[in-house]
């Protein structure tokens, strides 16, 4: 079992970038891990996801061509790099685990879930 959690929210300015962490005490080796936001009144979206074994990132639409998703071995430490922010990216991001995924898109395929960090951007 592996319990997910998320560090490095806050709040920045309009084009603005961040880095997310997401950590666990267990290895993320073997599973698929992904980024999921919720902003209020809205539901749950996925984000961005990579398959350990095989290396493979996936990303949602509000992620094409601004974020990237990278997983470190050595550090147990899953990122979300996010660049050229905009408002419309404020919301709280999940860090999210599972195995087997088979529809990565999907909340209901991760079994591990983080507490969430918030992001905030400035207009």
């Known amino acids: 079992q592996v319990q997910p959690v998320e560090s490095g929210g806050g709040l920045v300015q309009a084009g603005g970038s961040l880095r997310l962490s997401c950590t666990a005490s267990t290895t993320f080796s073997t599973y698929t891990t992904g980024w999921f936001r919720q902003a209020p009144g809205k539901e749950r979206e996925f984000v961005a996801a990579?398959?350990?074994?095989?290396?493979?990132?996936y990303y949602g639409d509000p992620a094409k061509g601004r974020f990237t998703i990278a997983g470190d071995n050595a550090k147990n430490t899953l990122y979300l790099h996010m660049n050229n922010l905009k408002p419309e990216d404020t919301a709280v991001y999940y860090c999210?685990?599972?195995?087997?995924?088979?529809?990565?898109?999907?909340?209901?395929?991760?079994?591990?879930w983080g507490s969430g960090t918030q992001v905030s951007v400035a207009s």
């Open positions: 999210a685990a599972g195995r087997p995924v088979t529809y990565i898109y999907r909340r209901d395929e991760y079994d591990y």
């Open positions: 990579i398959h350990w074994d095989i290396g493979s990132p």
